[in-house]
C-alpha cells in the first residue's frame, strides 16, 4: 500500500516561489506515473503535473517543473512565478501504471493535501 506525505505549503506573495515536497512509503516512487493535483474552494480538482515511470514530466503551466528523486522517494513540484489564482489544496497522487493520464480518476493513492495561499 502507497501513503503520501506532502509537505512545502504555506503563504506566497505573488511572484513568489515555492517547492513542494511528496514522500512516498510503502513502495517505489520509481516505476509509476506519479503526478501533482490541485483544487481550490468550489471548483474540481484539476491536474498540474505528472511524470511517468521513465521520468517524463508533463505540466498543465509552464511556471511549475515537477520532479522525482528515487532514491529519496520523494516527488517535488517547483512552482515559480505564483499568482493569486494558485492559491488551492495541492496534492500528490500515485498510479499503478507506469505511464500517465491527466485524469484524476487514473490516481489510485492519495496524500492529504498541502495548502497553498498566494496573495
Known amino acids: 500500500h502507497v501513503q503520501l506525505v506532502e509537505s512545502g505549503g504555506g503563504s506566497v506573495q505573488a511572484g513568489g516561489s515555492l517547492r513542494l515536497s511528496c514522500a512516498v512509503s510503502?513502495?517505489?516512487?520509481?516505476?509509476?506515473?506519479m503526478g501533482w493535483f490541485r483544487q481550490a474552494p468550489g471548483k474540481e480538482r484539476e491536474r498540474v503535473a505528472t511524470?511517468?515511470?521513465?521520468a517524463t514530466a508533463s505540466v498543465a503551466d509552464s511556471r511549475f517543473r515537477i520532479s522525482k528523486d528515487n532514491a529519496k522517494r520523494t516527488l517535488y513540484l517547483q512552482m515559480n512565478s505564483l499568482k493569486p489564482e494558485d492559491t488551492a489544496m495541492y496534492y500528490c497522487?500515485?498510479?499503478?501504471?507506469?505511464?500517465?493520464?491527466?485524469?484524476?480518476?487514473?490516481?489510485?493513492?492519495w496524500g492529504q493535501g498541502t495548502q497553498v495561499t498566494v496573495s
Open positions: 497522487a500515485a498510479a499503478t501504471n507506469y505511464y500517465c493520464s491527466s485524469s484524476a480518476f487514473y490516481f489510485d493513492y
Open positions: 510503502g513502495s517505489t516512487s520509481g516505476g509509476r506515473c
Open positions: 511524470i511517468d515511470g521513465g
